[in-house]
Structures are given as structure tokens and as C-alpha cells.
């Protein structure tokens, strides 16, 4: 008889009532007796619950369903493995299955005795990507849709094999299948240039997690990273700067230099390069989607041919003039080049971010304008879109676009990559487009993922593995004719203060781990705990092999202050914004004119809808009313500064008191000498003593450095 941990808690159950029954029964000594005893025992089902709970194989992402038996199987015995996949896709599941770390041997036909190890593609599962795994009593069974299903059915066992080195396992049915088509990374290698090598070590992750697409920004300002032999000064020229790190250049002159140059920072791919990364990606089953940024994000090729520039400025522009064929010219090649290397369905032409304003002044643009009866820098955006798409198309391809291609109008095959938020990519859906989910509150994991004083510099804000973790792409409450345009979800790391390699890595890891989830398994399977616990073993093992994930052992995790509303003497009372209207910014409105007073301190980011952001002259200056006389004896408000976006520290802070709410005594004045760090800070700034008020004024003036201020609550004590 083979008892499981069921089995045992109610044996356990039934022999705790009766020495219950006896224990009330005898004497005291008995009841000590049996009192012991019945301890003893319930420790004991505690230990095998614990031990069962310890034995639970748990792949990342989570498998779709498990159905366990209850006998034991020894998998570290040799297999015979046999699979009927053929060609290129045996040689590729032959590489993954040494992977496992199964001990096998490769025969031609299924087993008729000893042990097996049987791979065969089912034509009877109807989803892509789909495998079941049944481990018998005498060998292991992987029935999948195709190859890739098949390749990750080896990933999953590869984390049975991790989790269980030992080779005790249980006897287990798994049905495993995508939730989504599309399970993506970005990879940023324009701002800080990143190696071959580099790149194929987060393939070989992305594999493991069973993600299948690498979208690689390839092109933007900081530098031109693959080779176009149609337009040579691309990378012998606009992939070279000085100085090396993002930063300093972007701030400083923005200079690009001859391939060679002294202190010349960057690099390229070259053509026999990039062939070789797309052949190791295809043979883990991810494809590689490559981008050329257009028409913005573009002042590198505008550096090496000035003549696609708009007429009215020399230099110092981003966008290409969409007036000038030779823009198109330019770009249809440099497209026929990347198509011979990339055999994606989709060509990534970015359509983000471009100003257009230089279009409105550049007599060539405003001529395509009246020639093409455009009536916006909107629409003439969407004409390059659409002329692109058109050319794109021509070649048997696909465009995809962050979501800003739906201004003036969305070309007809696109599809949106939606990043802003997700209206983006509801709105390409709603209209019958195909949209990828990347939404920057949750997907955009350039962000610190710590309490950002402990984190090196960063783009600004706080987005934890929660935060990442907590996302849907398509919730309940999605209507279907929407949610089944949305193809999958994706991570995005772009590099601006990323420098060096082992930097990268921990911004990315244990991050997409969580994407990689999201990407695979059933809404209903996922919960955070499970899942950070799978996410700790995952960053051990990854660091263990070399890589430089964040440590999740040592995450401090979110603002102290804004684990529980705090309550003051100003909680919920009014508050006047001492303008003629609000200057609050729309986007950092918090919660509007209670925000200040509504008990709610902010997270570690500006950005979470508690922080209120102040962008006037003026900075912070608002009134709040008692409702009586009252004595006080602090009044005091947090601020913090991120320099990256753009948000300071006040300059000076001035607390007045009233009683009438017309005559007002200063309680204090600081003065603040606003400093410029590449940390992240949080600072108080208050008064202390005792007063009787009505009315009290905070005003925290801004400083010469442009940007917001950013504040919490008002805190009266």
C-alpha cells in the first residue's frame, strides 16, 4: 500500500479522535500521555505536509494542468528516447533533451523493454506549442503539436530534473500549452552596444522560460547597429560616439566620429553576424524581430546623410523629412537588406516619439502635404506609415509599430505594439489589428525593481516583480471581439543607463521571468507568492551558472510609508491651490484636491497615483483649512528627486499660520540647496514647536532646474 500526504492526514484525523476520546476518558496521567502523543503526531503530518509541499516539482512559467498518481518513478535511470520529429527539428530536440540532464540513450524505434523516453509529435493536439508529459511507471511520454511544443516539453523537464536532482519523482500527467502566440524582450543594443555572445546567453534563458520572441531595437540615436552595405557610413560613422555612456553624450554635444576615431565608443553587427544569431535564436524557436526606427528616433542617419534632413535647420534633428523620396529610397533599401537576413514575419519600423515639428517648417514636407491632400503632421506620418507598410508587405512581410502609428490613421495590415498604456493596442484591437501588449506601467523594466536609493541610476520610478507580475493583457472584463487581437505581451529594457553587461542582465532578470509567465500560463494558475518562490530558485540557479540577476533574497521592497494610510489632523480637511486654477499636471493629479490630505503616502515612484506632481513656477502652494482653531506642533511633507525625468528637490520651503486665513505668521523658512545626483532621494522638509491655527500655508518653491516637484501628503500633527 502506497500512502500519498492525503492518505496520511486522514489516518492522522481518525487517530486524533480517539485520543481525544480517551483523553477525556482517563486519568490525568493518561491525558498527559496521550496529550504527548497526539503533539507528536501532529507534527508529524505537519513534517510530511511540509516535505510533500517541498517535493512539488513547480516549472516556471506554471504548467497549464497536472494530474499526479501516487507512485514513484526513478528518473535517474537510463532511458532509450526515440522521437519520430525529423530533420533540423530532431537535431534541435536532440540538443535540448541533452539539456534535461536525463541519463538516455538515442535509438531508432520505440522500446520494447527496460526504460523509455518516447518524443512524438500528435498531430490530436490542436494547439501550437501544446505537449503533455506523462511519466509512467517505466518511461516518460511527451506527445506534442509540433516541434516547438516538443522543444518545451525538454525545458520543463529540465526544471524537473533541476528541482529533483535526487530523481525521486511522482508519477504525473502535465498538459502544457501558451496562453499567447507572443512571448517577447527587448533588447536595447543602441544606446550601450552589446555583444553576439552577450545576446545568445539571454536567448538561451528566454528558452528556458519558453518565450519566442527577441525584438532587438537596432537603430536609434545613440548609435546605428547593423550593417547596410547600400549606406556604408551607418556603421563607419553614426555607430561611433564620444563619450562612451549614453548619458554624457546625450547631455553633451551629441557627437558621432569616424569607426577608429581615438576614444571612439560603439560597435555593429555585421550581416554574417546577425545571420549566425538569427540561426542560434531559430534553433531555440525564438525569432528575432528586427527594428529601424522611422521617422523619428533617427539624428544618427541624419549625421551620416544630412541630405535627408528638412530644409529650414542644418542640423540637430530626429526625424527624417518624409518630403524627400530619397527618404523612401533610403529606407526601401535599407529594408531589402534587412529582410535578407531576418526571416521574421514582422519588420519593427518603431513610428514613436518623432516631435513633427520640424515638418510643419520644412518646405519639402509641407509640399508632400498638398500633393497628398494631408491636413496634419499627423496624417503626413501616417503616409510614410502606410507608404512603408505598403513596400513591406510587397516583400511577403509584416509591419509592426509602437502605437503611435495610429495617429492619422493606422495602415491597414499593421500591427500595434502598445506601450503608452493600453489604449493603444484596445484600439488597434477594437478595429480589427493585431496588437502586442507593453505597456510601460508594468513592461517597461528600465525602472528601478528596488527601493531606488539601493538601485544604480535609472530612467526614474519603482517597478517591482509584483507590479511586473500583477498584469493581464486581457482581463475578464475585456470583450472578447478585443481580447482576441491581442497576440501576447512583452518586455521592454531599454539601455540609457544601462553601461556595462552585468548590468543589463539584472535589470532584465528576474523581471521577464515574470513576462514569461504572464506569456504562458492560465490567469486563474497564477498567484504571486507561488510564483516569487519558483523566481528565487530560478535567480539562484542563474547566478550559479554565471549570470547577474537581481538577488530577490535580498529585495527591500516598497516605501514604508506607503504600506498603511497615516492619519494627522489635517486628514480630509480642505485644501485651496493658491492660483487661479489648478497647476497640478494632469497626468500627476493623485487623487486632485484631496490628494494632499487623503492619508495615502506615495511609493517609491511619482508615477503610482499618489505623489502629486507640480510643474508651475510656483511649485507647491496650497492653504489648508482646520475648520477650527487648533494647536499644532508639526507640520511636515515629503519630497523626493529623480534627476533623469526631470524631477528636483524645492529650492526653499516656506510653512505660514493664520487664524483668520488673511494675516499669516511664518512658522518657518528653509532654504534648500538643490544638488543633481544620479541617486535616487527622498527628503522631509517641516516645521517643529507649537502653534494655535486655522489655516496653514505650504509653499515649497522650485528651483532653477526645470522640472516637477513631486509631493505626498501634507502631514499636521
Not at 299 to 306: C, I, N, Q, T
Not at 500 to 527: C, K, V
Not at 582 to 597: S, W
Request: hydrophobic share 40%.
Amino acid at each position: 500500500m502506497v500512502l500519498n500526504f492525503h492518505t496520511t492526514r486522514v489516518i492522522g484525523c481518525l487517530l486524533i479522535n480517539d485520543i481525544i476520546a480517551i483523553f477525556v476518558e482517563n486519568s490525568t496521567i493518561m491525558r498527559r500521555v496521550y496529550l504527548y502523543l497526539m503533539v507528536a503526531l501532529i507534527a508529524t503530518i505537519s513534517v510530511a505536509q511540509a516535505q510533500a509541499q517541498a517535493q512539488e516539482i513547480t516549472p516556471v512559467p506554471y504548467q497549464v494542468s497536472k494530474s499526479p498518481y501516487t507512485a514513484p518513478f526513478d528518473a535517474t535511470q537510463r532511458l532509450k528516447l526515440y522521437t519520430n520529429l525529423e530533420g533540423e527539428d530532431r537535431e534541435r530536440l536532440l540538443a535540448a533533451a541533452e539539456q534535461t540532464g536525463l541519463n538516455y540513450e538515442v535509438v531508432d524505434n520505440r522500446a520494447e523493454d527496460g526504460a523509455y523516453f518516447n518524443i512524438v509529435i500528435n498531430r490530436n493536439l490542436q494547439d501550437a506549442e501544446e505537449y503533455h508529459i506523462n511519466i509512467e511507471e517505466r518511461g516518460i511520454v511527451v506527445d506534442a503539436s509540433d516541434a516547438a511544443g516538443a522543444f518545451y516539453a525538454m525545458q520543463t523537464l529540465r526544471q524537473m530534473v533541476e528541482s529533483k536532482p535526487d530523481g525521486v519523482w511522482d508519477q504525473v500527467l502535465i498538459g502544457d500549452h501558451p496562453r499567447f502566440e507572443y512571448r517577447g524582450v527587448l533588447i536595447d543594443v543602441s544606446r550601450h552596444f552589446r555583444s553576439v555572445e552577450f545576446l545568445k546567453r539571454q536567448i538561451d534563458m528566454m528558452a528556458r522560460l519558453k518565450m519566442n520572441r527577441l525584438h532587438l531595437h537596432l537603430t536609434d540615436a545613440a548609435g546605428w547597429r547593423m550593417e547596410v552595405e547600400s549606406y556604408p557610413r551607418l556603421t563607419s560613422f553614426a555607430a561611433w560616439r564620444t563619450p562612451a555612456t549614453w548619458k554624457e553624450w546625450w547631455y553633451g554635444e551629441r557627437n558621432y566620429v569616424e569607426e577608429g576615431s581615438e576614444g571612439a565608443y560603439g560597435g555593429y553587427y555585421t550581416k554574417a553576424e546577425l545571420r549566425e544569431l538569427v540561426d542560434y535564436a531559430a534553433d531555440r524557436y525564438i525569432t528575432i524581430i528586427p527594428e529601424i526606427e522611422m521617422p523619428g528616433h533617427s539624428d544618427e542617419v541624419l549625421a551620416a546623410y544630412p541630405e535627408l534632413r528638412c530644409t529650414h535647420l542644418p542640423e540637430h534633428q530626429g526625424e527624417l523629412c518624409i518630403g524627400k523620396e530619397a527618404t523612401f529610397e533610403m529606407m526601401e533599401r535599407v529594408i531589402d537588406e534587412v529582410i535578407e537576413i531576418f526571416p521574421s514575419e514582422y519588420i519593427h519600423i518603431g513610428g514613436d516619439e518623432a516631435s513633427k515639428e520640424n515638418w510643419k517648417l520644412c518646405e519639402d514636407c509641407q509640399r508632400r502635404m498638398q500633393e497628398e491632400g494631408l491636413e496634419s503632421v499627423d496624417e503626413l506620418q501616417s503616409y510614410m506609415i502606410h507608404r512603408m507598410e505598403e513596400y513591406i508587405n510587397s516583400k511577403g512581410r509584416q509591419i509592426i509599430g509602437w502605437d503611435e502609428i495610429l495617429q492619422g490613421g493606422l495602415a491597414p495590415n499593421a500591427t500595434v505594439m502598445s506601450w503608452r498604456g493600453e489604449e493603444g493596442g484596445i484600439a488597434a484591437a477594437a478595429a480589427g489589428h493585431d496588437a502586442i501588449m507593453s505597456p510601460h506601467a508594468y513592461c517597461y523594466i528600465d525602472a528601478p525593481q528596488d527601493a531606488p536609493p539601493t538601485q544604480p541610476e535609472a530612467i526614474g520610478g519603482y517597478l517591482p516583480l509584483e507590479k511586473v507580475y500583477s498584469y493581464d493583457p486581457t482581463p475578464a472584463t475585456m470583450d472578447e471581439s478585443v481580447a482576441r487581437y491581442i497576440k501576447g505581451v512583452q518586455a521592454n529594457l531599454w539601455a540609457e543607463f544601462i553601461p556595462t553587461d552585468e548590468h543589463y542582465e539584472m535589470m532584465l532578470w528576474p523581471r521577464a521571468i515574470a513576462i514569461a509567465e504572464i506569456g504562458w500560463s492560465p490567469q486563474n494558475e497564477r498567484e504571486y507568492s507561488h510564483f516569487r518562490s519558483r523566481a528565487v530558485d530560478i535567480v539562484e540557479r542563474m547566478m550559479a551558472e554565471g549570470y547577474n540577476p537581481f538577488d530577490l533574497r535580498n529585495e527591500i521592497g516598497n516605501r514604508p510609508e506607503s504600506m498603511r494610510p497615516v492619519e494627522h489632523l489635517a486628514l480630509g480637511k480642505s485644501v485651496t491651490y493658491n492660483l487661479p486654477s489648478r497647476y497640478y499636471g494632469p497626468q500627476y493629479a493623485a487623487a486632485g484636491d484631496v490628494a494632499l490630505v487623503d492619508g495615502l503616502r506615495g511609493t517609491w515612484t511619482y508615477s503610482d497615483g499618489r505623489w502629486q506632481g507640480f510643474l508651475g513656477r510656483a511649485g507647491v502652494d496650497v492653504t489648508i483649512d482646520m475648520g477650527e482653531v487648533v494647536t499644532i506642533h508639526s507640520v511636515a511633507a515629503d519630497f523626493m528627486q529623480y534627476c533623469g525625468p526631470g524631477v528636483f528637490m524645492p529650492c526653499k520651503v516656506e510653512i505660514f499660520g493664520s487664524i483668520d486665513g488673511e494675516n499669516f505668521e511664518p512658522l518657518i523658512v528653509i532654504d534648500h540647496e538643490v544638488v543633481p545626483a544620479d541617486v535616487p532621494s527622498f527628503m522631509t522638509f517641516g516645521w517643529e514647536g507649537e502653534a494655535q491655527v486655522r489655516y496653514i500655508r505650504y509653499h515649497a518653491h522650485r528651483s532653477n532646474y526645470s522640472g516637477f516637484l513631486f509631493t505626498d501628503e501634507i502631514v499636521v500633527r
